[in-house]
Nanobody, 124 residues
Framework: QVQLVESGGGLVQAGGSLRLSCAGS????????MGWFRQAPGKGREFVGA????????YYADSVKGRFTVSRDNAKNTIYLQMNSLKPEDTAVYYC?????????????????WGQGTQVTVSS
């Protein structure tokens, strides 16, 4: 069982930056692939980025590649999403996700564990 708690959301102007954090519980945190998804009003949950259990591999949606960075600190049971050059279309609720199976971490319907979400609003 893994419990996830996101933090760091807020309101930022276009072009600005935010860093989201996701703290996980459980001794097996370091064995899980971790990811970030987002959901804008009226839209489905969209993959943003993911990281393997060791941190050696990262994956990104084309819409955020070059602007967002996923990282993890297994000693702190925490993953991060550094978001730079934010755009109004990045506005959404951002969710942290965990799954023991790496290929699942990019598919919302296959994720085992979710956080409660944190709102990110980018003003133009």
């Amino acid at each position: 069982q893994v419990q996830l708690v996101e933090s760091g959301g807020g309101l930022v102007q276009a072009g600005g930056s935010l860093r989201l954090s996701c703290a996980g519980s459980g001794r097996t945190f370091s064995t899980y692939a971790m990811g970030w998804f987002r959901q804008a009003p009226g839209k489905g949950r969209e993959f943003v980025g993911a990281i393997s259990w060791s941190g050696g591999n990262t994956y990104y949606a084309d819409s955020v590649k070059g602007r967002f960075t996923v990282s993890r600190d297994n000693a702190k049971n925490t993953i991060y999403l550094q978001m730079n050059s934010l755009k109004p279309e990045d506005t959404a609720v951002y969710y942290c996700a965990a799954d023991p199976t790496l290929p699942h971490i990019v598919i919302a319907t296959k994720i085992d564990y979710w956080g409660q979400g944190t709102q990110v609003t980018v003003s133009s």
